[in-house]
Every structure is written in C-alpha cells, then in structure tokens.
DNA sequence: ATGTCTTCCCTAGACCATCTAGGGCACGCG
DNA sequence: CGCGTGCCCTAGATGGTCTAGGGAAGACAT
C-alpha cells in the first residue's frame, strides 16, 4: 500500500485491458506488468484484481486458459477477445475525454 | 445522463474544490460551473454533489453559510477553508501523479 | 524429509462514493 | 392563480475496490 494511492473506480479494467493487448498474461504477471509500466506508481491488489478479471471474463471481453507460467507454475492466462479489443478502444477514448475535461477544469479555474 | 459519463471516484472533490478556489459558491453553481468549465463534458448530479459538500464540510474543507443568491432565491454558499486549499494541492498533485501513471501505461503497454 | 520462500489463485465481507429517484419550498412571471 | 425554475435535501441501491484472510505447489537449502 504505502502511499501508492488507490486507483480510481473504473480505471483497473482499462489498464488490464490495455495490457493484455500486448499478449495473453496471467494474474500475478498483469499485476507486476501494471506496476512496472507505471513507474512504481500504480500497485494492484490481488482482492481488486481477480474479480476484475471475472467480471471481464463474464462479459465476454477476455478469455482464460490454464497453462504453465515462466517459473513452472500452473497460470491462468488471460487473453483479450475481439469484444474485448473494441472495449479498450472505447474506455481508452473515455479515458481521454475525462482527463481532458478535468484538466481543464483545474486549468481554467479562477 | 446520456453520454457525460460518470465520474470516477475521488474526482468529485477535487473539482468542487479547484473551483471553489475562485471564491465562494452555492451549491447549484458550482455544478453549473463544472458543467461550463468542462465544456459540457462533466455533469454533475444534485445527488452526488451535496453528499458530497456535507461531506466535505464535515472534515472541515469548506464552510457553508446562507445568503442570497443572484437570482434572489435563498442558497447555501460554500467557501473554501485553510484546511481546503491545501486538500486541493494534495488532490491535485495526486490527480497530476495518476493521470500520468495512467497515461504511461496506456502508452507503454504492448 | 522438512521447512520456508515465493508464485499464483481465490473468496467473503466491509467500505464508500456515486447514482437513482424521489420530495420540498419559494420566487418570478404570465 | 398556476407553472416553471432555482435551489436544497435524503433514502436506498449500486458496484468497484480494499482488507484480510486461505490454500496449493514448485524451488531451494538444510
């Protein structure tokens, strides 16, 4: 935990999805990739993660298979379904608009 | 509601404290203020937004206190305290880390 | 073989900000 | 008078995240 704030509601499904579109991952490696891309910056939790994952699974954005990790390890790997890839595309764009639109708020402010 | 989509958790306060910085506000304003400054992307509902100001008066970020407003209707107007401008700064800086972690990972990632 | 570390998966329950969906009062205007 | 609108407020549902666990199995040293 420390002081590696908590993601904002909404925003854990976006960057899993963004990840997984570089390749299948399982779990534990979605959550080191997260951790790694953003600098240290953003951490997953396991308890936010893995029901993340069920519920995109359940809504047909990934799909997973068992397989064997790089330690030898059995892994679930998810992989990113066509629905899924349409669904990073629109969160990536509402993404955009939101940041946007509080930047400039903060911005324009007075 | 329609497309202006819903706000991410923890960005509320954030606003509603940058744009009182400007100087007090009741509580309608500041939605319409919102509203504008985003350029219509951001809607703030009534529901949200005075939970949210009783909220924040209770830790003590912001002051209310009942005048008039400029159309001659009773309104509730909020100012910021000593403690809300430096929740603002720390909202905001946590905000900026975020948006650039967010950002590093959706470019980074593939 | 035993113990410990690490990797990896999973779950129940609490938490809490936001949304839905109302209600209410008072001013201004036709 | 009646209606629109500005303005405030609340109860309850929703739902994603966190806390705080548990468990199995390979790796490695003793």
Redesign the pocket.
């Known amino acids: 935990?420390a002081d590696k704030s908590?993601?904002l509601?909404?925003?854990?499904?976006l960057l899993v999805l963004r990840v997984l579109n570089g390749g299948p991952l399982?779990?534990?490696?979605i959550a080191q990739k997260i951790h790694v891309l953003s600098r240290q910056a953003l951490e997953?939790?396991?308890?936010?993660l893995?029901?993340?994952l069920?519920?995109m699974e359940r809504k047909g954005w990934i799909e997973a298979e068992w397989g064997v990790?790089?330690?030898?390890?059995?892994?679930?790997f998810y992989a990113l379904t066509k629905a899924g890839r349409r669904q990073l595309a629109t969160e990536q764009d509402a993404w955009a608009r939101l940041a946007a639109a509080i930047g400039a708020v903060l911005r324009e402010a007075d």
Chains 1, 2 share one sequence.
């Open positions: 935990m908590e993601l509601q909404g925003t854990l499904d399982h779990g534990f490696a997953v939790e396991e308890g936010s893995y029901p993340a069920y519920r990790s790089e330690n030898n390890r059995k892994a679930k």
